[in-house]
C-alpha cells in the first residue's frame, strides 16, 4: 500500500438496514460515503428473513425482510455520492479514527485476492448488528446445534435445508419466526422449548406455529443434546417456579438439529476499539455504547444505529440509521437544522418502543439515559427536541364513512394465561373476537385473533371499507367494526401476523366458507379436498377448497377459501394438503 | 437437503461445480459458501476440537464464530461458512483445531 489512507466524508460500518439507512441519509446530504460489509450482499439480517415485518408503513410493514433489504439497497445504489466495499471486514479502529479492511475478491474464474486497505472519515455510523448467543449445557458443541440465524441463513440465503427434525430453542420472535421458516422449507419442527413461564415472541407469531401442530413447551430447558457424530436427540426437562430444573420431567426428543434462538449480543468490538464509553445493560443486549438521542457515542463523530447501540427490531434499526446519518451529516455541516429534520424520525422512534412490547427497551434506554446525562454537553450534534413539537408518527387518517365507528382496543388489556403460555387464546379471547350473533347470520365478516398490543397497522391500512379503523397508537389492537365489514378478506392477506380470517356462515345450509392465509407448498387448487387442522394443527375434518387467490408474486400471501362443516367454523384456523399429490379432486 | 420449491422465495443458483472433501468428489453450485455445499451433501462433521477431538460443525454461518474452520486447497483456517465455492477446490478436515495452533 502507498500513501496514507483513503480519505472520505464519512464512513459506515455494516449494510444492514440501519447501516443502510444512515448511507442513504448522508448520500442525500451530499457526503461522500462509504459504506462497508463484510456480506456478499447488503441488507444484514434482512436477507435471510421470509416474513413480513410489522411496525407502521414508514418502516415498509406489512413488506417481506428480503424485499425491504432490496429496496433499502436500490435507494443507496441511486446515490452517486455512496461508495461501497462488500466482502470487505472492518479488522481495527485505530485512535487517529483510520479503519483498516480486510478486502477480499473471490469471482468465479479469476484468482483469489485478499488485501488490507486503510480508510478514514471525519464521521463515522457503526452499525455492525448483533451476533447471536450461546447456551451451556452437555454436548452443546455437537455439528447440528445452530444459531437460528445460521439456519435462517442456510435455508432462506442458500437453499439448503439444515436438516430433517428440528427443536428450537427460545420462543422470542427469532425462535418462533424461524421455526415457520423451518416449516416453510419443508423441515419439521418438533417442539419450540422456552426456560420462562410465557411466550416472549409476538402471540400471533406463536399461534401461526401453533395452528401447524407444533408444541410450545413454555418452563421448559435444554438437559443434554445426544449423538456421536452430530446430533441425533435431545432431552429436554422442566423447570419449576424457581427456574430450577424439575427431576422425572425429562422427556427425549428425537432431532437431527438443534437451534439456539436464545438472544443476541451487540458486536461491539470496533466501539470499544474507538474508545467509546460503554454500558452494560441487559435489557439491551450487554455491554452497549453510552449515547444520547443523537445515536452519537461518547467519541465526538462517532455515531452508533441498530442492534450495536440496542439489540431490537429492524423497524427501529431503520429509524435510528436515519437519526445517525443525519447527526454525522449535520457534523459535517451538510445538515442546516438538525432538530427540525431529526423529529419526525424521534417521534417515529418514540411511538415504536411506546407499548408494553416495548417496556424492555425503555427499560434500558433509562438505564442508558443515566450515564449519558454527562454527555450531553458535549455532543452539539443535535439537541433534544420536546415530544410535544414532534409531529405525530402517522398522519390521522380520515374516520370511517359510517356512524358507528370502530372503537380501539383499550391500552393495558390482560392476555389469558393460556394464551401467553401456549399461545391458543382462551374462549373469552376468541368469544371477544366475534361480531354479535345477529351480524354473523347476515354474512361474511372478518375474526380478528391479534390479542396483544404490538406495534402494527397493516390491517387498518388494508381495509378499504373502514371496518379496521385508523391506530391513535400503532401499539393498540386493531378496532374492527363488523358493520361496516364486506368479508374481502384483503386483511387476510395483508396482516403479516397472519392474524385475520374471513368466516361466512350463510355458505350453505350445512357449510360455513372460511377464507384462510396459507403460505406453504404444495398450495391447494378449486376442488381439492383439504384436511381441517384447529388452532393446535389437530385434524378436525376435511374441507373442500372454493378458490384459492394469489397475486403473481410470490410475495404475497395466498388466501385459500375452503368449505368447513358449520359446528367447526370456530375451530378450524389451518389447512394441510394431504399427502395424496395436491389433494384429491372431487 | 437442497430446497426444490419454496412458497416465497426462488434460489437463483451459480453453475454446478465438482470439489473434493477429503477424498470423496462432491458436487456444489459455484459461489455458495462451502458449508452449504457440504451441508447439501450430507457433511456435518467439519473438524475436530483441538483438545479432546470432538467433532465440530459451523454454529454462526454469518463468520462470527470460527467453529467452522478448514483447510481449502492448502490454506488452513478458512471459515468455509463464508468462503466461496469454486470448480476443483480441495477442502480438507483441521485436526487438532486451528492449524497454526495445532
Ligand atoms: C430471525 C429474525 C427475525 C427477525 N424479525 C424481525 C421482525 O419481524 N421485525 C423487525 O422489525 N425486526 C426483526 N428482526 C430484527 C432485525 O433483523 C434486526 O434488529 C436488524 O436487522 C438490525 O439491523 P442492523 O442494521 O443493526 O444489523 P444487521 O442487520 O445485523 O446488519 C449488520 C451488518 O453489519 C455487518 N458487519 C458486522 N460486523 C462487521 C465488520 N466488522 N465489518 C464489516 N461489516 C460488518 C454485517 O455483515 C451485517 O450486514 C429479526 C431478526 C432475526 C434474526
Ligand atoms: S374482510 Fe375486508 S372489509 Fe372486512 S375487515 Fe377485512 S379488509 Fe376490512
Ligand atoms: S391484525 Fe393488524 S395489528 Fe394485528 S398483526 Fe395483523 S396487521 Fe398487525
Not at chain 1, 419442527?189 to 401461526?208: D, S
Not at chain 1, 464509553?277 to 441498530?306: I, R
Not at chain 1, 387464546?425 to 351480524?439: C, F, K, M, V
Request: proline letters at 8%.
Amino acid at each position: 500500500m502507498s500513501g496514507g489512507p483513503k480519505k472520505y466524508d464519512a464512513i459506515v460500518v455494516g449494510a444492514g438496514p440501519a447501516g443502510l439507512s444512515a448511507a442513504a441519509e448522508l448520500g442525500r446530504a451530499g457526503a461522500r460515503t462509504l459504506v462497508l460489509d463484510r456480506d456478499t450482499r447488503p441488507g444484514g439480517q434482512l436477507v435471510k428473513q421470509t416474513h413480513k415485518f410489522f411496525g407502521s408503513e414508514k418502516q415498509r410493514a406489512g413488506t417481506r425482510g428480503v424485499e425491504i433489504a432490496r429496496l433499502l439497497r436500490e435507494e443507496v445504489a441511486a446515490l452517486p455520492a455512496v461508495e461501497m466495499w462488500l466482502n470487505s471486514t472492518v479488522l481495527g479502529f485505530y485512535s487517529d479514527r483510520v479503519i483498516t479492511v480486510e478486502r477480499v475478491k473471490d469471482a468465479p474464474g479469476e484468482e483469489r485476492r485478499e488485501w488490507l486497505e486503510k480508510v478514514t472519515a471525519p464521521v463515522f455510523v457503526l452499525a455492525t448488528g448483533a451476533a447471536e448467543r450461546f447456551l451451556p449445557f452437555p454436548n452443546n458443541d455437537l455439528p447440528g446445534i445452530y444459531g437460528a440465524g445460521a439456519a435462517q441463513t442456510l435455508m432462506n440465503v442458500h437453499g439448503v435445508r439444515p436438516g430433517r427434525r428440528v427443536v428450537m430453542v427460545g420462543a422470542g420472535n427469532i425462535g418462533l419466526i424461524v421455526s415457520y421458516q423451518l416449516l416453510q422449507a419443508g423441515v419439521e419442527v418438533a417442539a419450540i422449548v422456552e426456560a420462562a413461564p410465557v411466550i416472549g415472541g409476538y402471540l400471533v407469531h406463536a399461534a401461526k406455529v401453533r395452528r401447524a401442530g407444533v408444541p410450545i413447551l413454555t418452563s421448559h430447558t435444554v438437559k443434554e443434546a445426544h449423538g456421536r457424530e452430530a446430533l441425533e436427540g435431545v432431552t429436554v426437562w422442566r423447570l419449576d417456579e424457581k427456574w430450577q430444573p424439575v427431576p422425572g420431567t425429562e422427556k427425549y426428543i428425537a432431532a437431527d438439529v438443534l437451534c439456539l434462538a436464545t438472544g443476541l449480543s451487540p458486536l461491539a468490538e470496533l466501539l470499544f476499539q474507538a474508545g467509546c464509553q460503554m454500558a452494560y445493560v441487559p435489557e439491551l443486549g450487554g455491554h452497549v455504547p453510552v449515547h444520547g438521542e443523537d445515536l452519537e457515542t461518547s467519541v465526538p463523530g462517532v455515531f452508533v444505529a441498530g442492534d450495536v447501540s440496542g439489540v431490537e427490531e429492524a423497524s427501529a434499526a431503520m429509524v435510528e440509521g436515519h437519526l445517525a446519518g443525519l447527526g454525522a451529516a449535520a457534523r459535517l455541516g451538510l445538515v442546516r437544522d438538525l432538530a427540525a429534520v431529526a423529529a419526525g424520525w424521534r417521534a417515529e422512534l418514540a411511538s415504536l418502543r411506546a407499548g408494553p412490547s416495548g417496556e424492555k427497551i425503555r427499560r434500558g434506554l433509562a438505564k442508558l439515559a443515566g450515564q449519558t446525562a454527562g454527555m450531553a454537553a458535549s455532543s452539539p450534534a443535535g439537541s433534544p427536541v420536546s415530544p410535544a413539537s414532534a409531529p405525530a408518527a402517522s398522519a390521522p387518517a380520515a374516520p370511517p364513512p359510517a356512524t358507528s365507528a370502530p372503537k380501539p382496543g383499550k391500552p393495558g388489556r390482560t392476555l389469558s394465561p393460556q394464551l401467553t403460555s401456549t399461545g391458543e387464546p382462551a374462549a373469552s379471547e376468541l368469544e371477544s373476537s366475534l361480531p354479535p350473533a345477529d351480524r354473523r347470520r347476515q354474512g361474511p365478516y372478518a375474526v380478528i385473533e391479534c390479542f396483544q398490543e404490538i406495534p402494527c397497522d397493516p390491517c387498518h391500512k388494508a381495509c378499504r371499507t373502514g371496518a379496521i379503523g385508523p391506530f391513535p397508537d400503532i401499539n393498540l389492537t386493531p378496532a374492527y367494526e363488523a358493520a361496516h365489514c364486506n368479508g374481502c378478506a384483503l386483511c387476510v392477506a395483508q396482516c403479516p401476523g397472519l392474524a385475520c380470517f374471513v368466516v361466512d356462515e350463510n355458505y350453505s345450509p350445512s357449510e360455513a366458507l372460511l377464507k384462510l392465509p396459507y403460505e406453504f407448498l404444495p398450495l391447494p387448487a378449486a376442488g381439492h379436498t383439504v384436511d381441517l387442522l384447529d388452532r393446535t394443527g389437530a385434524l378436525v375434518g376435511s374441507g373442500r377448497v372454493v378458490r384459492v387467490v394469489r397475486s403473481r408474486s410470490k410475495l404475497a400471501t395466498p388466501v385459500v377459501w375452503v368449505t368447513v362443516p358449520s359446528e367447526k367454523v370456530g375451530t378450524v384456523r389451518n389447512i394441510r394438503v394431504p399427502a395424496t399429490k395436491g389433494g384429491a379432486a372431487e | 437437503m437442497r430446497i426444490q420449491d419454496h412458497p416465497i422465495l426462488d434460489f437463483s443458483k451459480g453453475r454446478k461445480v465438482r470439489f473434493w472433501f477429503e477424498d470423496r468428489e462432491l458436487e456444489g453450485y459455484e459461489g455458495e459458501p462451502i458449508a452449504a455445499a457440504l451441508h447439501a451433501a450430507g457433511v456435518r462433521v467439519l473438524s475436530e476440537s483441538p483438545v479432546r477431538h470432538r467433532p465440530r460443525g459451523f454454529f454462526c454461518a454469518i463468520g462470527n464464530c470460527s467453529s467452522c474452520l478448514m483447510t481449502v486447497d492448502g490454506r488452513p483456517n478458512v471459515r468455509v461458512c463464508v468462503e466461496a465455492l469454486h470448480e476443483g477446490m480441495r477442502v480438507q478436515k483441521q485436526r487438532g483445531g486451528r492449524g497454526d495452533l495445532a
